[in-house]
C-alpha cells in the first residue's frame, strides 16, 4: 500500500515542501498563512492587505519553517483505519507536522485496531517539529501508533505525543480497549538513542483508570539537537521549580505532575513527563514551555 | 566472539548445587546495594499518591506489571543466551529504553554491584569475571541490572523461566522492604503483604514472560513520571 510522503528542502534559501502525498483516510493541509499571522498580531497589516510590500520590514528573516496540518476525513480515526507516511527533512530545512485538532479515534469495530506510522528522517542543521493535538480514544477504541526518527548528529528534534483519557463530558475515562504509542529515535546508521514504548490495556490487575490514578491526560515531550538547546536548559529548570514549590506538608495529591530527564550520550537529549488531571493544564504548559519557537517557526507551538 | 563462546560451554558447571547458589543469589542479604532503591515509592509517597497498605499494595502490583513488560523480555534473552555479545547489545537497547533518568541511573548501580559480587561469589565460572573485567575496560557497557540478573543466571544454568520470576521476586521484595523502612507498614505487616501479592506477581510473570525484546513496553507511564520527580525531593532516604 503506497505510503503518504512529504519533502521538505531547501529552494531559493528557505524551507520549502516540494513533495506532498497522501491518500485516504488522510490529507494534508500546508497553509501559507504563517507569514500573515504574524503580521496581524504586530497589528502592521490589516487581512487587506498586500503582504508582498511588507515582507522585508518585518524581519522574518529568523522564520523559515513549513507548517503541514494532518487531517483525517470526518474529524477522526475510524477503527480499521490504517495512516502511514514518510517525512524528509533535508539539510538545514525546519518543518512542522502538526493537527488541527485533537485526533480522536473511534470505537473498536470486531476488535479492529486502527493505526498510524510515520517514518522521519531529518539531516544536517534541519530541524522537525511534531506538535499535535492530544489523541482521543472513545470506548473501546483499539489504537496503534508508531513513529521513527533517524537523525544525524546535529539534527534537530521536537516532539510531543500525548493522550487524554477520552471523552470526559460523556463519562469515558480511559475507557478505550487499546492503546500503545512507540517512538523510536535512531542517530544514523544504527545506534538507538532513545526507545520508548507505552502500552495501554484493560487488564487483569487493574483497569487502565486505577493505573492512571484520577490523572486524565499524560504527555511526553522530547527536545534533542542543536536548535532546541535553550530550551532544554530552560525547561529543566521550570519543571525543577514546579514540582520543588509543592508544599510538603501538603496532604493530596498534585493535579500536574511533571519530571525531566536527560538520555543520550552527553546528556544530549531531554524527555519531559507530564500526568495532569486536566488537559488544559498540559496546553497551557507546552504553550508557555515552547513559547521561543515562534521565532524560528513563525507561530508559537502552541496557543 | 566464538572464542567466549566455546569458553561459555567450558564455564557451565553442572556438578555444582544449583539450588544454593539460586537462594544465594535471591537472599536480599547478598551485598548488591537493592536496599538503596525504592523503585519511586519514595516519590510516589511524598506526592500523596501512594499513603495506606492498599494504595502501597496497588504501587506494587503497578511496578510488578512495568517491570514484566519493560524487562523481563531483557532477562529472557540473556539468560538464554549467557554471552558477551548478546549482554552488551541487549545492556545498549536496554539503556535506550530507561529513558526516565533516576531509574537508568539505580539499573546502572545495582547490575555493577550484582555482576561484582556475582564475579566474586561464583568463582567456578571464570568467565564471569573476565567478562566484567573485559566489560569495564571497554567503557561502554552500561551494566544495566537487568541484562546483568539474567546473564548471572544463564551462567549457573537456571532456566529462564525461573529466572524471570525471580527477578519479579526481588523486585517485589525490595519495594516492599523500602516500604518498611518508609514507615508505610512494619515488617510483620510486610511480611503479610509480600506474600498476598505473590499469587498475582506469579500471574504477572506468567503473562509477561517469554517475549521478545522488540515487544518491551511501558504499562505504567505514571511509575516512569512520578519516578522521574525523585532528584526533585527536599529529604530522601533513597537514591532512586
Known amino acids: 500500500m503506497e505510503r503518504g510522503k512529504l519533502i521538505v528542502e531547501r529552494v531559493e534559501g528557505k524551507s520549502t515542501l516540494t513533495r506532498c502525498f497522501s491518500k485516504y483516510p488522510f490529507k494534508f493541509i500546508v497553509p501559507k498563512k504563517v507569514a500573515f499571522s504574524i503580521l496581524f498580531r504586530l497589528k502592521i497589516v490589516s487581512p487587506f492587505s498586500n503582504i508582498v510590500s511588507f515582507q522585508h520590514q518585518v524581519g522574518s528573516s529568523q522564520t523559515d519553517a513549513v507548517w503541514i496540518y494532518t487531517i483525517t476525513y470526518g474529524g477522526g480515526i475510524v477503527s480499521g483505519d490504517s495512516i502511514a507516511f514518510d517525512v524528509t527533512v533535508a539539510d538545514g530545512c525546519n518543518a512542522v507536522l502538526t493537527t488541527q485538532s485533537s485526533t480522536k479515534v473511534y470505537k473498536s469495530i470486531e476488535s479492529k485496531c486502527s493505526e498510524q506510522v510515520l517514518e522521519a528522517s531529518i539531516g544536517q542543521d534541519a530541524l522537525l517539529v511534531v506538535i499535535p493535538d492530544p489523541v482521543t480514544c472513545f470506548s473501546t477504541a483499539r489504537y496503534s501508533q508508531t513513529q521513527n526518527f533517524k537523525l544525524v548528529t546535529d539534527s534537530s528534534l521536537l516532539l510531543v505525543d500525548w493522550i487524554t483519557s477520552g471523552r470526559h463530558e460523556r463519562g469515558e475515562k480511559w475507557a478505550f480497549s487499546h492503546y500503545k504509542s512507540t517512538n523510536r529515535i535512531l542517530l544514523q546508521p544504527t545506534q538507538p538513542l532513545f526507545l520508548d514504548t507505552i502500552l495501554l490495556e484493560q487488564g487483569s490487575h487493574g483497569s487502565i483508570a486505577d493505573r492512571m490514578n484520577d490523572y486524565q491526560a499524560i504527555a511526553m515531550i522530547v527536545l534533542l539537537g542543536p536548535k532546541l538547546k535553550h530550551i532544554q536548559n530552560q525547561i529543566e529548570e521550570d519543571v525543577r521549580k514546579i514540582m520543588s514549590q509543592r508544599p510538603s506538608i501538603s496532604s493530596s495529591k498534585p493535579n500536574f505532575i511533571a519530571s525531566c530527564s536527560r538520555f543520550g550520550p552527553k546528556g544530549m537529549g531531554v524527555v519531559i513527563r507530564v500526568a495532569s488531571t486536566t488537559t488544559e493544564a498540559i496546553y497551557n504548559f507546552l504553550q508557555h514551555q515552547l513559547a521561543t519557537m515562534e521565532e524560528l517557526l513563525g507561530a508559537p507551538p502552541y496557543r | ?240
Open chain 2, 1 to 240: 566472539m566464538e572464542g567466549l563462546g566455546d569458553a561459555n560451554a567450558r564455564c557451565l558447571s553442572t556438578s555444582f548445587p544449583q539450588l544454593w547458589s539460586q537462594w544465594q543469589l535471591l537472599d536480599s542479604i547478598l551485598p548488591t546495594g537493592g536496599f538503596a532503591h525504592s523503585f519511586g515509592l519514595e516519590a510516589a509517597m511524598q506526592a500523596r499518591l501512594v499513603t495506606t497498605t492498599d494504595e502501597l499494595k496497588t504501587y506494587v502490583i503497578h511496578v510488578l506489571e512495568n517491570v514484566g513488560s519493560l524487562l523481563l523480555p531483557f532477562i529472557c534473552a540473556t539468560t538464554m543466551s549467557p554471552d558477551a555479545q548478546t549482554w552488551h547489545s541487549l545492556d545498549r537497547l536496554l539503556n535506550a529504553m530507561l529513558t526516565n533518568e533516576v531509574g537508568r541511573k539505580a539499573s546502572t548501580a545495582q547490575g555493577s554491584a550484582l555482576m561484582r559480587v556475582a564475579a566474586s561469589v561464583f568463582s567456578e565460572i571464570p568467565c564471569l569475571k573476565m567478562m566484567r573485567g573485559e566489560a569495564l575496560g571497554s567503557g561502554d557497557v552500561y551494566f544495566h541490572h537487568a541484562p546483568v540478573f539474567g546473564l548471572v543466571c544463564g551462567l549457573l544454568g537456571f532456566d529462564p523461566e525461573t529466572t524471570q520470576k525471580a527477578y519479579m521476586f526481588v523486585t517485589m521484595r525490595d519495594i516492599i522492604s523500602a516500604a518498611t523502612r518508609l514507615n508505610l507498614l512494619g515488617p510483620l505487616g510486610a511480611a503479610v503483604l509480600q506474600h498476598q501479592v505473590a499469587p498475582v506477581a506469579e500471574s504477572l510473570s506468567t503473562k509477561w514472560m517469554n517475549r521478545g525484546v522488540d515487544e518491551a513496553c511501558q504499562t505504567c507511564p505514571l511509575l516512569d513520571t512520578v519516578q522521574g520527580c525523585h532528584s526533585y525531593l527536599f529529604s530522601r532516604l533513597f537514591c532512586s
